[in-house]
């Protein structure tokens, strides 16, 4: 019989890192099995091989986490927007999580459960029936070691970690903010200490913003918890892209959002940068959310190399700080393969007529606001006529 592998806690409680995993919603689009805007994940019943093999892929790049695919897969999400197989939530969410319980097995990563914010919330439905769907949603996760959740309000976030919390499985509780904090302006640290106090033993943040960004905001979160005398372990899973640009609401407020993100990708050396930064200030939970793929994870699999005590597999076809390139054809190349050529790069963007930076949308539209209620149906042009309007009136107060 196998043994049996160290759980989060033990793992972090015990100082060790746990690197998660990278961005499934943004990769698969790409690469062809998700659609952009309902963002759900029925590929884990339509195409789970791509599903597994990113899995596989993150894996091999060092991350000790494989989250279930589960992102958006709530019924009140499904119904909501142009899903159009009529998958149930428990379809997707029991196929996501077979699917990422298969390829944990094949390494020493553990299974995560993604619970997400909801229509519902933003539909102001009561707290009991929010509540409601994410103890279905709980009731759909199979043999996981432990939960995750990620939100944009720490109100609804509270909620599904008293739900959560009654698996009697160890809860993350990761909000998708800032150092403005959440929708409603709620700082950092107060966002932690609401969550530790509902149950979460890992609190963080992802998605929205940059690595550094996002590291800036989980040490606030840190600060606000150790000031209240509370304990817990931190963790962050930015996105894979500069958003200096941003405001409150991140990148989904840029005008490249979602298909014109490329330019701001961040490069594997940002990602040693970013793993360094996080382990400085104390996080040990180090991963990814949209946009980084395997490669950015085995960069930060590779600066944390010494602390973890090992490289990731995918090393094996990487040299360290751009040393294969000394088997380069090409001599001006191969005077590429040293570290301070590749720690102090300057990537030009290669587009002569672009701005360096953009003007985020913020229409401040978040819970409460008619435009998200709701709708099973596609948008109607005369919704896209009122909604454009809105975008007038916002462009013009800016």
């Known amino acids: 019989m196998a043994p049996t592998k160290k759980g989060i806690l033990e793992r972090l409680n015990a100082g060790e890192i746990v690197i998660g995993d990278g961005g499934f919603v943004f990769a698969l689009e790409k690469r062809g099995y998700v659609k952009a805007g309902p963002w759900t994940p029925e590929a884990t019943v339509t195409h789970p091989e791509a599903v597994r093999q990113l899995h596989r892929e993150f894996l091999r790049a060092g991350a000790n986490v494989m989250q279930a695919f589960t992102f958006y897969a709530s019924d009140d999400k499904l119904e909501n927007r142009g899903q159009t197989l009529k998958l149930t939530g428990a379809q997707i969410n029991e196929a996501a999580c077979d699917l990422a319980r298969e390829v944990a097995n094949e390494g020493d990563a553990l299974v995560a459960g993604g619970v997400c914010q909801t229509p519902s919330y933003l539909s102001c439905k009561s707290e009991p029936e929010v509540k409601a769907i994410f103890k279905k949603q709980l009731d759909q996760k199979n043999n996981l070691i432990f939960l995750y959740l990620y939100f944009e309000h720490v109100e609804e976030a509270e909620w599904a970690v008293q739900v959560l919390k009654t698996s009697g499985k160890p809860v993350a509780a990761s909000l998708c903010i800032g150092p403005e904090g959440d929708m409603h302006g709620v700082s ?15 609190v963080g943040v992802n998605c929205h913003f940059d690595p550094m960004t996002c590291v800036k905001a989980v040490k606030m979160m840190k600060e606000g918890v150790e000031k209240a005398g509370l304990k ?15 405001n409150c609401q991140g990148f989904i407020d840029l005008p490249e959002f979602p298909f014109a993100l490329e330019p701001r990708i961040l490069t594997r050396w940002d990602m040693h940068q970013y793993a360094r930064e996080a382990y400085n200030a104390g996080i040990r939970y180090i991963g990814g959310c949209c946009g980084y793929e395997p490669y950015h994870i085995r960069a930060v699999a590779e600066e944390l190399a010494k602390e973890r005590g090992f490289l990731p597999a995918a090393s094996e076809k990487h040299g360290l700080w751009g040393s294969a390139l000394e088997m380069h054809t090409k001599p001006w190349v191969r005077a590429r393969a040293r570290r301070d050529y590749w720690e102090n790069i300057r990537p030009a963007s290669g587009r002569p007529q672009c701005p360096s930076l953009s003007t985020p949308e913020g229409w401040g539209v978040t819970k409460g606001h008619s435009e998200l209620v709701q709708h099973k149906e596609a948008t109607s042009a005369q919704e896209m006529n009122r909604v454009l309007e809105m975008q007038k009136k916002a462009k013009s107060s800016a």
């Not at 950092?188 to 890992?202: N, Y």
């Not at 817990?232 to 640009?245: E, G, K, N, R």
């Open 188 to 202: 950092p640290a107060e966002c932690a200490v609401r969550l530790v106090k509902a149950g979460a033993q890992i």
């Open 232 to 246: 817990a372990q931190y963790m962050v899973q930015p996105l894979a892209y500069h958003t200096p640009d941003c």
